[in-house]
Nanobody
Framework: VQLQASGGGLVQAGGSLRLSCAASVRTFEDYAMGWFRQAPGKERELVAAISWSGGSTYYADSVKGRFTISRDNAKNTVSLQMNGLKPEDTAVYYC?????????????????????WGQGTQVTVSS
């Protein structure tokens, strides 16, 4: 699976951004998808994940109520709507695909099973 992320940028605290990730794969619906982020000096962390059908989602506590993950299997895209952005949301954001036919749980566990990574997009939130 090839993943191409877009939509990052610079925004003031309280603002919004929408990240999108386009997947080049014939059977996008076979993959749970996730958004991770990595801030300078910190480990990469899972921000949000979504099951193949979109019926199950997961959010890190730090973004609950502010971020929304969604997918469009007809367009092979997964998106992350980010509202109420805070300076601590500043990071490089990566979309990721799980291994085919694996559940969303494989992205959530401490050592996630990642099949493919996107190239990352910078999100910077100024105070």
């Amino acid at each position: 699976v090839q993943l191409q992320a877009s939509g990052g940028g610079l925004v003031q605290a309280g603002g919004s951004l929408r990240l999108s990730c386009a997947a080049s794969v014939r059977t996008f619906e076979d993959y749970a998808m996730g958004w991770f982020r990595q801030a300078p000096g910190k480990e990469r962390e899972l921000v949000a994940a979504i099951s193949w059908s979109g019926g199950s989602t997961y959010y890190a506590d730090s973004v609950k109520g502010r971020f929304t993950i969604s997918r469009d299997n007809a367009k092979n895209t997964v998106s992350l709507q980010m509202n109420g952005l805070k300076p601590e949301d500043t990071a490089v954001y990566y979309c990721a695909a799980g291994s085919p036919f694996e559940s969303i749980g494989t992205l959530i566990r401490p050592k996630p099973d990642i099949g493919s990574w996107g190239q990352g997009t910078q999100v910077t939130v100024s105070s």
